[in-house]
């Protein structure tokens, strides 16, 4: 089916979400709409699925003008929309997550779900799927939840596929996978968008490519095209995507972890008897699918886990059961890896969130009374420094952009004396241009002779970052490598397996665990 | 959008579910956006609220009017009759209001024509002091529903310390005020502790106290050597000593007392504390964010102590502003005057903001002032007075309403660059930046 977007325009106010985008999608074609976050790809598909009404332009499958009042006509229309967070009921079995929505019923309203099992086989078989009917959704690896989501859009005969940053949650194992799935049902004659910001992607999968800037399309583009021709169109200019970093010079161990286990909540281990050091002037990243234990680890040595084993020690200070004041009193800085929920007060001002973590004591807090015209000096200082832009240090963050909140948390972060940088995802959801800040500022902290820790899901980020690379599965370290590791070994170490050629790399920190 | 309907089930249900002892924060919960929708609602829409309740109160006013009942038996032939009775029931119902709230014309001495502002003023003491602190717990994330518990506690605490302890003048009105205090803090610091420690819900954890200080200082009042006066066998305590009383303001011809610059003072502080202070930002940060509060180190559950307490204390002043003002010869059970739930209202309508509830405690004085002359003058039951309470409480709770009443645009959608998210968190950061701009 062919899908076509006739100078859509949505408004949201006075932001225009989407400014008069054109898109034509063939019949067995791959587009990809690449653009940063916030760039519109995302209402746009909004719109095109009926969750938003265009105020402008219109939508066309196979030249016919479409309107839909909402997700159900588009549905009945032939598109498909497999989310970036799975709209799957996890304590439901596949066969009745596929059906939800339009359940089939015998006589007496009974559910029919032999057939809502039969459906899931077929189209399980006809794409090589192996997904159990009966199998509980909350049970399966994310990837097969994935697949879940495209059998239930294929279920309703989507002519129309859209994928909304589909690999964000995968392994590249099962990004390439989900790879070889688009090619089969492009083969099959199916339209699909392919909605992402990864460029590697992309260009391995995509017949054409339009990418999407401040709501407006900026480009189209081959998937011959270079990274750098790609990316500088997303941006709209030129952006460093490798990180310029002299060679590390790395000091004396600071942070020494030994066994370090955590339970969580419910009683599991999550983090399973993990060692590492870091050294004075070095990065380590620690690599890995998400929930594989970074976060349990990072919250371990920043004191918000209950129930650690193990030891942690900052230049000889053991870390292990003071309370976060304490652990931020011996130096240590950490932007959390969701800023909105853990490193923000949304509806607070900046100046009020550049104090956050030091809302006891001076400089901000003298006899118990804030220290308001301090405040505001500081604030002011450190907003330019790190290039905030905002208007002015009183706008609520919750009212910046993800890049613009992202440097509030590391300019109070790196406005205190650290003995150890801790960033999870410091880069997740934030634009190209302040990606490049954030990473240079790691790394000036870095040569400062800041022992640093980065946890992220994104390879081209650990790789651009690193010194030296941890790689966790499944709450325990795969091994520590170096910086320069090829992505092919660092995917493999991320499933678990542990590649040979660890061991014949020259450098001699390639130690295995 | 539900984002994060199945993104991470495991902690927010872990923690949510069992908050067992030593075990995380539970995390902030849904009562917390509810809270922030409510307060996040501008200056605007209280007054609309109010003035919705008002409208909506007058219309019940006129359909339980006899007259206007008559006349609207032969509305067709006569309209004029129905609608000048209408006028007449309404317009004499709220001039009956005004007149027994603020000024009365009818009066033939000055002192008789401020008598109403006054009255309102009486009324208004223990209801800013405990609004207050119901809206110093709503801005640190707390629901203080045990604003009648802790009253009671109060009211006895002061009662006992005014009535048997003779000390000298001055010495003894500060005692009895600061154990009044001490008791709301202790019954407050309960509900902190109870749920830093244990993880209980407030709301619970305050209403079953609320029903544990009713019965308590009922079986105090009727035990002979506990709080009934004695050599009697009523349920009540002796009188006050005087030298325990609140001194009358404007002299014996009004009842105003000096509770009135207590409740100012109190207003100036709980300013002070949430603007200035190092505690009041803390709690300001645990209300809107407790996670990004304790990942900043600070100490979420010692904070739900602190609020709690100091939210006590205030309620306590109300207690002690009855006790130790209106009612000094001797008080029974019924002290409170359901003002620990007026209380909430007047939070509400406040917006938690310090000076916003002292108007909105004047206010709902000059209903109670008003609502009694209402009645006497023309026989209009004072329970539309509660009734238009009601509402208005209604209408701040469902700003879309009163939005959609009066065609007001939607704050939030208009400025969030990611629509997704704009139906779940915007309204809150946006109408918040609103009210910035209204004040």
């Given amino acids: ?513 | 959008m539900s984002d994060s309907a199945l993104a991470s089930p495991t902690p927010a249900a872990s923690s949510g579910a069992a908050p067992t002892p030593g075990a995380e924060i539970p995390p902030a919960p849904k009562s917390n956006q509810v809270l922030r929708d409510i307060m996040g609602g501008s200056v605007v829409i209280s007054i609309l609220a109010v003035l919705l309740a008002l409208v909506v109160g007058g219309i019940l006013i006129a359909l339980t009017d006899e007259n206007v009942q008559a006349a609207s038996g032969y509305f067709f032939s006569r309209p004029g009759d129905t609608i000048n009775a209408i006028w007449v029931s309404v317009s004499g119902a709220y001039g009956a209001l005004f007149q027994g709230a603020i000024y009365n014309f009818g009066g033939n001495t000055f002192v008789k024509q401020i008598k109403p502002i006054t009255d309102t003023l009486t009324f208004a003491t223990p209801l800013i002091v405990a609004g207050l602190g119901v809206g110093l717990a709503f801005r640190a994330g707390m629901f203080n529903i045990g604003g009648q518990g802790q009253m009671l506690i109060a009211a006895a605490c002061s009662g006992w310390v005014a009535y048997s302890f003779p000390l000298p003048y001055g010495i003894h009105l500060i005692v009895a005020v600061l154990a009044g205090v001490v008791g709301g803090a202790v019954w407050g610091g309960i509900v902190g502790v109870l749920k830093a420690r244990t993880g209980a819900h407030e709301v619970i954890v305050t209403i079953m106290l609320n029903y544990i200080a009713v019965y308590l200082i009922s079986y105090l009042l009727r035990t002979p050597g506990a709080l009934q006066a004695p050599g009697s066998s009523n349920p009540k305590t002796p009188a006050d000593l005087p030298t325990a009383v609140y001194p009358d303001l404007l002299g014996g011809d009004f009842n105003l007392h000096a509770g009135l610059l207590v409740s100012i003072a109190a207003t100036v502080f709980v300013w002070w504390l949430l603007t200035r202070s190092s505690l009041g930002f803390k709690f300001r940060a645990v209300g809107v964010n407790p996670n990004a509060a304790r990942v900043a180190g600070i100490n979420v559950k010692r904070s739900y102590i602190y609020v709690m307490l100091l939210s006590g204390g205030l309620v306590g002043l109300a207690g002690v502003a009855q006790v130790l003002g209106t009612v000094t010869s001797g008080f029974s059970s019924g002290i409170d005057a359901g003002i620990g739930f007026d209380a909430i209202t007047v939070a509400l309508l406040g917006r938690s903001k310090p000076w916003g509830i002292f108007v909105a405690g004047i206010l709902f004085g000059a209903f109670k002032a008003g609502g009694f002359a209402m009645q006497a003058g023309q026989g209009i039951p004072v329970d539309i007075v509660l009734v238009v309470q009601s509402l208005i409480v209604l209408f701040i709770a469902a700003p879309p309403l009163v939005r959609a009443v009066f065609r007001l645009p939607t704050p939030g959608v208009a400025k969030k660059p990611k629509p997704p998210k704009a139906s779940t968190s915007s309204p809150v950061a946006a109408s918040t930046g609103e009210a910035v701009v209204a004040k």
Avoid: C, W
Avoid at chain 1, 10 to 39: C, M, Q, T, Y
Avoid at chain 1, 74 to 84: D, E, L, R
Avoid at chain 1, 424 to 431: E, M, V
Avoid at chain 1, 486 to 498: A, I, N, W, Y
């Fill in chain 1, 1 to 513: 089916m062919k899908l076509e977007l006739r100078g859509i325009t949505k408004r949201f106010g006075s932001l225009v979400a989407n400014d008069h985008i054109d898109l034509v999608v063939k019949p067995g074609e791959i587009h990809a709409l690449l653009g940063e976050n916030g760039a519109g790809k995302s209402t746009l598909m909004n719109v095109l699925y009926g969750l938003y009404q265009a105020d402008e332009g219109e939508i066309l499958l196979d030249d016919e003008v479409q309107h839909f009042a909402g997700p159900g006509d588009a549905m009945n229309s032939g598109i498909g929309m497999v989310h970036q967070h799975f709209m799957l009921i996890p304590v439901f079995t596949v066969a009745e997550n596929v059906m939800l929505g339009h359940e089939q019923t015998k006589g007496l309203g009974r559910l029919d779900l032999a057939a809502a099992r039969a459906k899931v086989r077929e189209i399980g078989s006809q794409f090589g799927f192996d997904v159990d009917p009966d199998a509980l959704v909350e049970d399966l690896p994310v990837g097969v939840q994935q697949r879940v989501e495209i059998i239930k859009a294929l279920s309703r005969n989507a002519k129309v596929l859209v994928f909304d940053e589909p690999t964000a949650v995968l392994t590249p194992q099962e990004t390439d996978e989900l790879m070889v799935i688009m090619g089969q049902l492009r083969d099959a004659g199916t339209s699909i968008v392919f909605i992402t910001h990864k460029l590697r992607e992309v260009r391995e999968i995509a017949d054409r490519i339009t990418i999407i800037r401040l709501g407006k399309v900026v480009g189209e583009a081959e998937p011959t095209a270079t990274n750098a021709e790609l990316a500088s169109l997303m941006v709209g200019r030129s952006v460093e995507l490798t990180v310029h970093k002299e060679h590390a010079n790395p000091g004396e161990a600071a942070l020494v972890v030994k066994n370090l286990s955590v339970v969580d909540a419910v009683g599991q281990l999550v983090v399973n008897s993990v060692s590492f050091e870091v050294h004075r002037g070095e990065i380590l990243a620690i690599a890995g699918v998400q929930g594989n234990g970074q976060t349990e680890l990072s919250e371990a040595i920043i004191g918000l886990q209950e129930r650690v084993l193990g030891s942690i020690t900052l230049d000889g200070q053991s870390l292990v059961g003071l309370s976060v004041q304490k652990v931020l009193d011996a130096g240590v800085g950490f932007v959390p890896e969701d800023r909105n929920v853990d490193g923000l007060v949304g509806e607070f001002t900046i100046a009020e969130n550049l104090m956050l973590d030091r809302s006891s004591n001076a400089p901000f807090v003298k006899r118990g009374s804030l220290q308001l015209s301090y405040l505001s000096t500081f604030a002011t200082e450190k907003s330019k420094e790190f290039d905030v832009r905002s208007q002015g240090i009183q706008t609520p963050v919750g009212k910046l952009s993800g890049g613009n909140q992202q440097k509030v948390v590391l300019a109070r972060e790196l406005s205190r004396e650290l003995r150890l940088f801790l960033a999870a995802q410091p880069t997740r959801g934030i634009d190209v241009g302040s990606i490049e800040f954030v990473h240079k500022r790691i790394v000036e902290t870095r040569d400062a002779g800041v022992p640093v820790i980065v946890v992220s899901t994104e390879l081209d980020e650990v790789t651009a970052l690193a010194d030296r690379i941890a790689v966790m599965y499944r709450g325990s370290i795969v091994g520590i490598v170096p910086g320069n590791t090829s992505r092919d070994v660092l995917g493999l170490m991320m499933t678990g397996e542990v590649p040979h050629v660890i061991t014949t790399t020259d450098d001699s920190e390639g130690v295995l665990l």
